[in-house]
């Protein structure tokens, strides 16, 4: 299985983690749906089939690549070129 790099998986825990605060405060179509959308990225990149196991997935590798200090820095999104 391949393995999601740690600042991706980060970022998609942050993002849904600041969604649930942001649902539990105001719910909206529009949370909801980008949760629902967040959920699935989630597992996809995880290869589980809920969120719990996703977010444990996470937890376990993120800890393990700071341990072993991958050191891996985030890429500014500016710097992001989609291939043509």
């Known amino acids: 299985m391949l393995k999601p790099h740690p600042v991706m998986l980060r970022n ?9 605060v942001r649902d539990s405060e105001k719910s ?4 909801q749906q980008k949760l629902e959308d967040l959920s699935y990225t989630l597992c996809v990149s995880t290869g589980t089939q809920t969120v719990a196991a996703a977010l444990a997935f996470a937890a376990r590798h ?3 690549d ?3 200090g991958s050191g891996a ?3 500014p999104s500016s ?3 989609l291939a043509t």
């Open 66 to 68: 700071q341990i072993h």
């Open 12 to 20: 998609l825990v942050k993002q849904y983690e600041d969604l649930l």
């Open 73 to 75: 820095q985030p890429t």
């Open 79 to 81: 710097s992001l070129q």
């Open 62 to 64: 993120l800890e393990t």
């Open 28 to 31: 909206s179509y529009e949370t």
